[in-house]
T-cell receptor
């Protein structure tokens, strides 16, 4: 089964840009890449989704290289409230099979 | 928009009993709903996928007779854990998806503790 790996933890300071990378070597043609934020004892919250190249929204950017075997979530100017676990999700559904694989998660700790 | 609720938020039950968890999409119609399980300090693991009016598709290793899923309408899916055991204690999270979008909207989760 494909494994989606992330660094276990990252530390940052308020106001800095944070880049979190996810490795997904076995990504399939139909798979999308989605990033979520999760606080303790809560459901994941959608951050951004992409298929290839670069995607940007009001809270983050997502960089996906041409081979799509990895992706990088970029959070500009983090604040203390961004301390959370960040997950990448690789997969697709609706066809003959469903494949949704969450990454191992990265605990981001933002310090003042 | 795209809000998903779960009920109850936490439940404690005795070993051998059954417990039902409800997942509702409040402001959209979820053509597909997903159920995940998350153990402490671990990632989310997909348990099953359900489409309204059809049988759920279970992931490998998930017992369909133990985790009963019903997706009776476009806004409601239920997960029933039958004959619960302490090893079933976990955080159960549902999500809903609409149309052809691959974006999932997650519920707040249900903490199940089996004593």
């Amino acid at each position: 089964l494909a494994k989606t790996t992330q660094p276990i933890s990252m530390d940052s300071y308020e106001g800095q840009e944070v880049n979190i990378t996810c490795s997904h070597n076995n990504i399939a043609t139909n798979d999308y890449i989605t990033w979520y934020q999760q606080f303790p004892s809560q459901g994941p919250r959608f951050i951004i989704q992409g298929y290839k190249t670069k995607v940007t929204n009001e809270v983050a950017s997502l960089f996906i290289p041409a081979d799509r075997k990895s992706s990088t979530l970029s959070l500009p100017r983090v604040s203390l409230s961004d301390t959370a676990v960040y997950y990448c999700l690789v997969g697709s559904y609706g066809g003959a099979t469903n494949k949704l694989i969450f990454g191992t998660g990265t605990l981001l700790a933002v310090q003042p | 928009g795209a809000v998903v609720s779960q009920h109850p938020s936490r439940v404690i039950c005795k070993s051998g009993t059954s417990v039902k968890i409800e997942c509702r999409s409040l402001d959209f119609q979820a053509t597909t709903m997903f159920w995940y399980r998350q153990f402490p300090k671990q990632s989310l693991m997909l348990m099953a996928t359900s489409n309204e009016g059809s049988k759920a598709t279970y992931e490998q290793g998930v017992e369909k007779d133990k985790f009963l899923i019903n997706h009776a309408s476009l806004t409601l899916s239920t997960l029933t854990v039958t004959s619960a055991h302490p090893e079933d204690s976990s955080f159960y999270i549902c999500s809903g998806a609409r149309g052809s979008s691959y974006e999932q909207y997650f519920g707040p989760g249900t903490r199940l503790t089996v004593t």
